[in-house]
Nanobody, 115 residues
Framework: QVQVVESGGGLVQPGGSLRLSCDYS????????MNWYRQVTETHRERVAA???????TYKDSVEGRFTISRDKDKNTVYLQMNSLKPEDTTVYYC?????????WGQGTQVTVSS
């Protein structure tokens, strides 16, 4: 079993920054992918960034250059540093672990970008 817990959301002004954290634990196996998703409609989430256990990183085009994903192997924590935030970045952000073909999701953390 894998557990994922996000933290770090909040309210920030346009142009500001936030850092989200995702603590993961459990049987991760030799290869896994840690993802940050965000809710875009009631039923759809989009992936904004991912980092795998070999430290390969991918970003959604609209956030590349503004968001940075990183992983602290000693703490089993993944971070999403979000800079130059825009109102359209407002939504719930989720961390998920892809392990052995299964997704394990956190509870989500709200990010609100507003003046």
């Amino acid at each position: 079993q894998v557990q994922v817990v996000e933290s770090g959301g909040g309210l920030v002004q346009p142009g500001g920054s936030l850092r989200l954290s995702c603590d993961y634990s459990g049987s991760m196996g030799s290869f896994f992918v840690m993802n940050w998703y965000r809710q875009v409609t009631e039923t759809h989430r989009e992936r904004v960034a991912a980092i795998d256990s070999r430290d390969m990183i991918t970003y959604k085009d609209s956030v590349e250059g503004r968001f940075t994903i990183s992983r602290d192997k000693d703490k089993n924590t993944v971070y999403l540093q979000m800079n130059s935030l825009k109102p359209e970045d407002t939504t719930v952000y989720y961390c998920s672990a892809l392990v052995g073909g299964l997704y394990y999701w956190g509870q989500g953390t709200q990010v609100t970008v507003s003046s």
